[in-house]
């Protein structure tokens, strides 16, 4: 997951292969000289969609005041017409990409002649919308020090409730030639002010500061609101329009961004230019920041199992090799014995090799799960045990060279390992009946390895556990990730979902399985867990759940607790635990420790679930 402007060089690249490309509507070449006779002002430029009629043509004396300079990454400033026109769907804002350090000043008084045109961030098979610019600038200042053209407030009345129109169907579900509609969709009322300046007052923060220096807020402080102060996205219909992005024009040596966690606010005005970028789509730059004042949040720590109950557990450990610092692993270990009351049966994701991410076919991860289970101890938790089995080379994705892979480790004092026969990369593990009960054929072993469907992709570890004269089985995922998925804020509406086509066979090969185990004894303890990578309401979750096979538990939540992860401002779900059939009772805590928080130890929040086998 990754963010903006911050990242010049990246930037910068994809601005310049754009130019040379011709944008997104025309060469700016063909057009040369082409010169309109009348003024042309900034809501000419805009037009009433998404893509500039001016597009690819030469503009001379564009007149407009300056209301933001950018000095790093994509270079550059904005101008606003001051008189604006009486169609609110055309913006009276436009960026003027200069590719070197702008000389002009906020309040200056410009005219600009260059070239108008679309630029992708993300370039063109993004998914992304456009963003109208004006490049190859000449620049005359007129005067300097003139008043800002007054900004235009985004808040919970002025942003609609319904987030975009449905796609063209003769533009490939385009919306980019579709009229804006600035009071019916909010994506259309975000277009109408890109390049603006805008303001927002006081607003909750729903995302975390991250590394590249932005948060989010929310200007819609009653929109699917969760527990502990963050933004729920419970459904692909709840894109939760309030959200905006706020990043600073102020370069970091100048002014620090400050430090903010969900649930805190950002104070006072902040005000600056409305821009599009590749890392979360519309973003307020700010001239003017307000100022972060903290909440109250703090890590949760989930309930101790009872004696006769079996904690299981799910945590993304965010690629754990020994190379990291003995912070990291002394941090996770904490917040297993504490936040997570040392968990009989722990599934960990992403545990990377003996040497990370140097690619050089070491697959074993013996020196990372014993640094880590040391450190465990160490904050007096349990002497855990591990099982796994390491994958091929290079052949389950992630960080190459990491080789990360799924890990169970079990407290020996509460549970026991059924061995049977440890599988390896290639071997799979099935299920035969003994004594009228399932039983596996491997264990651990991994669940259907030579399946097209975990090509690059980490296979599912099973392993039999017994708990008290009970057997349980836990099969630990790492789906298939989002990557290549286009944002929400895409021109194609919906957003095209491509990575959802791996992550269903995913979810069917693992269904397909628990149903063998089913089929041998249907009283069986089953848990799926892990890194499912998808939603509780996705079409993957409802792969897994197939045939009543499992049930989500997280669904057992109310929905203003349901999320493992928090994602451009929407807490959302990510990390699940499936029961079987079998086990009807039980308690599940989605366990907040990560998400929320500038300080992150993982970016996932790891998932608790106890019950009496």
Do not use: C
């Not at 070491?362 to 020196?367: D, G, K, M, N, R």
């Not at 990369?425 to 009228?436: D, I, L, M, P």
């Not at 890194?531 to 203003?560: H, M, Q, R, V, W």
């Amino acid at each position: 997951m990754r963010s903006s402007h911050p990242r010049s060089a990246a930037v910068a690249a994809l601005v310049a292969t754009a130019l040379a490309t011709g944008l997104l509507a025309g060469s700016a070449d063909a057009a040369e000289g082409a010169v309109s006779a009348d003024p042309i002002r900034i809501h000419d430029i805009q037009g009433t969609t998404r893509i500039s009629p001016l597009s690819g043509k030469q503009v001379a004396d564009v007149e407009g005041i300056v209301t933001g300079v950018r000095t790093y990454g994509s270079r550059g400033f904005w101008i606003q017409d001051p008189d604006a026109d009486d169609n609110d769907a055309t913006s009276e804002g436009v960026f003027v990409f200069t590719s070197s350090v702008p000389t002009v000043a906020v309040g200056d008084a410009v005219k600009v002649s260059g070239t108008v045109g679309e630029y992708v961030p993300g370039g063109l098979n993004s998914g992304n919308q456009s963003v109208t610019q004006i490049s190859k600038p000449t620049v005359t200042v007129v005067s300097s020090g003139n008043a800002l053209p007054e900004a235009t407030a985004i808040n919970e009345y002025s942003v609609p409730a319904e987030y975009a129109p449905a796609g063209d169907p003769a533009a490939a579900g385009s919306i980019n030639g579709l009229t804006l509609q600035p009071t019916r969709y909010a994506l259309d009322y975000y277009e109408s002010l890109e390049g603006m300046n805008v303001r927002i007052g006081t607003s909750r923060v729903v995302g975390a500061t991250d590394p590249y220096s932005e948060l989010w807020v929310t200007v819609k402080g009653w929109e699917n609101t969760a527990k502990r102060g963050g933004t729920i996205y419970g459904s692909y219909e709840s894109q939760n329009t309030g959200r905006l992005q706020i990043q600073q024009l102020a370069p970091l040596a100048q002014q620090p961004f400050p430090v903010a966690n969900v649930g805190d606010k950002l104070t006072g005005t902040t005000e600056g230019p409305l821009d599009f970028n590749q890392f979360g789509g519309y973003t307020l730059v700010a001239r003017t920041l307000g100022t972060v004042v903290a909440g109250t949040l703090a890590p949760e720590k989930t309930k101790p199992q009872a004696e006769q109950e079996l904690a299981v557990a799910t945590y993304n450990v965010e690629n754990l090799d020994p190379s990291d610092p003995q912070e990291k692993f002394d941090a996770l270990a904490k917040a297993v014995v504490e936040n997570l009351a040392s968990p009989d049966v722990l599934a960990l994701e992403e545990i990377q090799d003996d040497n990370g991410a140097k690619n050089d076919g070491t697959v074993s991860a013996e020196q990372t799960l014993t640094k880590f289970t040391a450190a465990i101890t160490a904050a007096g938790g349990p002497a855990y045990q591990w099982r796994t089995v390491n994958p091929e080379d290079k052949k389950d994705g992630g960080e190459p060279g990491g080789n990360i892979r799924q890990v169970f480790l079990f407290n020996p004092a509460r549970v026991s390992f059924t061995e049977r026969a440890p599988g390896d990369a290639v071997t799979a593990t099935g299920v035969v009946k003994e004594n009228g009960k399932a039983a596996l054929t491997h264990s651990p072993g991994r669940v259907d390895p030579a399946n097209p469907a975990w090509a690059d992709s980490r296979k599912p570890l099973a392993g039999e556990f017994v708990f008290r004269g009970k057997t349980v089985f836990v099969i630990a995922n790492h789906f298939g990730s989002k990557g290549g998925d286009e944002g929400l804020t895409s021109h194609h509406q919906p957003p095209v979902r491509s990575s959802e086509a791996k992550r269903l066979l995913q979810a069917q090969a693992v269904n397909g399985f628990v149903k063998e185990i089913l089929a041998a004894d249907k009283n069986a303890n089953v848990l799926v867990l892990g890194d499912i990578n998808d939603f509780e309401f996705s079409a993957t979750t409802n792969a897994l759940a197939d045939g009543g096979a499992l049930y989500p538990a997280i669904k057992s939540l109310p929905k203003a607790e349901r999320y493992s992860y928090v994602y451009q401002g929407n807490a959302q779900v990510l990390d699940q635990i499936l029961t079987s059939p079998a086990i009807k009772k039980f308690t599940y805590d989605s366990v907040h420790i990560n998400a929320e928080f500038a300080a992150q130890n993982s970016d996932h929040d790891p998932q608790v679930l106890r019950f009496r086998p």
